[in-house]
């Protein structure tokens, strides 16, 4: 059997008698040392991928007298087979064994049970436990007791590669958690709630795939608990989606604690019907605030994702421009060189209600901007090398005026084309130049036009070419693009093309 030296003493354990399945974050095993038989849990960390790290967690606990936390009489780092370990006295049996034989228990047996978890969370105040489950509730010396208080924070400390979302058991994986966030004291009475529903009703709140469960766990309303009615109601708030709207655990103490004997005292069952029904009503409208949040979270991320990719194009672009020429005048959202001058405008969020104008709208956009080329006019000198002043007379010429191109960039996707990708389009217009604009211009994607020029309804703007993709593998057509218009302009043979929508060799 192997032999491992840790802080306080040596241990044996043998890998053929496991105490319990496998977990999360390790497994546990039947040992013995000098004061007799104990429980061995190695940890699936190794101590190289924590970087040799003090195991503090199994110090702090070592160290204190605890009346409902399962003792930790020894830890730390075996050098030679590279884990780390604890060492715990052999339990009677954990709350998941009560639960496999048992399918439901009674309320007073639930209460007793998550009176001593309850306690268990109050007298370690100071650490979060992040795991909690039935498996880690144990029974030892007459009460149910928590185990591995500050594994899942000494893991997630220790490295990247194995991570608490990762390594909890998803059925009762708080929101927060799946969104990554710090966990709280809020995350342990979320925990809680679920393990509430398995001792009461057989199992948890959520079930399903991974990824059907933790959809559960950020989007849906947990289904009432059943039973008694104060209860009921209470546990639907300890199951809210936001932790800032979770009782703490002393208030879950106080009302979980006052549940039988509250049902001895006559109650009006209306009342507790309605009072059931308003807490119900507002966990759906926190449910749904926190799937609109959500979205929104999701957006602002794909829009952060998308400027910085487009910024990073652009700058490629410039970088072009400017090794051809020691004349070019730049700045950072414009660059000039003779005739020419190339400008964009920034990536802008586009508000998320667009396309919701009576209309079916062909594409989903979260960012914009624009891209514009102007082809300075003709500079006529107004007096001959003479000093002679010169009139022209006759018809007006392109040349005469400023002439400029500008394009809609848009990051979005479509029913066709579920990718979301930066794309490129322009637009013109069936009767006059909108607002005077030279053709082809850009449009707003906000703009009911630009709408309507990319549904089923009829309108007087239609798209000059495009979209087309520009990121990816097709930025180096949209490069060569740009750079033909920049180098027409410079040289001043930009103008408005003969043809609309433009033929495709006329962009290339």
Not at 248 to 264: M, Q
Not at 300 to 322: C, G, H, P, Q, T
Not at 339 to 359: D, H, K, M, Q, Y
Not at 410 to 416: I, L, M, P, T
Request: net charge negative; proline share 6%.
């Amino acid at each position: 059997m192997p032999t491992i030296r840790l802080n306080n003493a040596e241990w044996t354990f043998d890998e053929a008698k496991r105490l319990g399945p496998p977990g999360g974050f390790g497994e546990v095993f039947r040992g013995s040392g000098a004061i007799g038989p104990v429980a061995v849990k190695r940890l699936k960390l190794t101590a190289s991928e924590a970087a040799h790290r003090e195991m503090n967690i199994g110090q702090s606990l070592a160290g204190r007298k605890l009346d409902h936390v399962v003792p930790v009489i020894d830890y730390g780092q075996d050098s030679d087979s590279d884990s780390y370990f604890l060492i715990m006295p052999i339990c009677d049996r954990s709350l998941q064994d009560e639960v496999n034989d048992k399918s439901v228990l009674t309320l007073t047996e639930a209460k007793a049970i998550i009176l001593d978890v309850l306690d268990g969370l109050s007298e370690v105040g100071d650490i979060v436990h992040r795991d909690l489950k039935p498996g880690n509730v144990l029974y030892f010396e007459g009460r149910w007791r928590l185990a591995d208080f500050g594994i899942a924070k000494f893991v997630e400390d220790s490295t990247s590669l194995h991570t608490l979302r990762g390594s909890l058991t998803p059925a009762y994986g708080a929101p927060e958690q799946w969104r990554g966030e710090a966990p709280s004291h809020a995350t342990d009475v979320y925990a809680l709630g679920c393990m509430v529903h398995t001792i009461l009703n057989g199992a948890p709140p959520f079930s399903g795939s991974q990824d059907e469960i933790r959809e559960a766990h950020l989007h849906t309303v947990a289904p009432a608990l059943g039973g008694d009615p104060r209860l009921a109601a209470f546990v639907g708030q300890m199951l809210r989606k936001s932790p800032a709207s979770r009782p703490t655990v002393a208030r879950c103490i106080e009302v979980i604690g006052s549940v039988e004997s509250a049902n001895k005292r006559p109650a009006h069952a209306g009342l507790l019907a309605a009072a059931g029904q308003v807490s119900r009503e507002a966990a759906a409208a926190e449910a749904a605030a926190e799937a609109k949040a959500a979205v929104e979270r999701q957006r602002k991320d794909l829009i952060n994702e998308a400027s910085n990719d487009f910024e990073a194009i652009i700058s490629r672009l410039w970088a072009a421009i400017v090794s051809a020429s020691d004349n070019v005048r730049k700045s950072k959202n414009e660059i000039s060189l003779g005739r020419g001058t190339l400008s964009f405008s920034g990536v802008r969020a586009v508000r998320p209600e667009i396309g919701s104008n009576g209309f079916n709208s062909a594409w989903e956009v979260v960012a914009s901007a624009t891209l514009s080329v102007k082809r300075a006019k003709m500079a006529r000198p107004a007096k001959s090398i003479e000093d002679i002043p010169i009139m022209y007379v006759g018809r007006a010429m392109p040349e005469d005026r400023d002439y400029k191109w500008s394009s809609t960039l848009f990051f979005g996707r479509s029913k066709d084309d579920p990718n979301y990708r930066w794309r490129e389009t322009a637009f013109w217009s069936f009767s006059v130049r909108r607002n005077g604009a030279d053709e082809p211009f850009s449009l707003e994607p906000e703009d009911r036009e630009f709408q309507i020029a990319f549904s089923n309804t009829m309108g007087s703007t239609s798209a000059a070419y495009g979209p087309f993709a520009v990121d990816g593998e097709d930025e180096d057509q949209f490069q060569h693009r740009w750079l033909t218009l920049f180098t027409k302009a410079v040289t001043g043979e930009l103008n408005r093309p003969d043809q609309m929508p433009i033929p495709d060799h006329y962009l290339k």
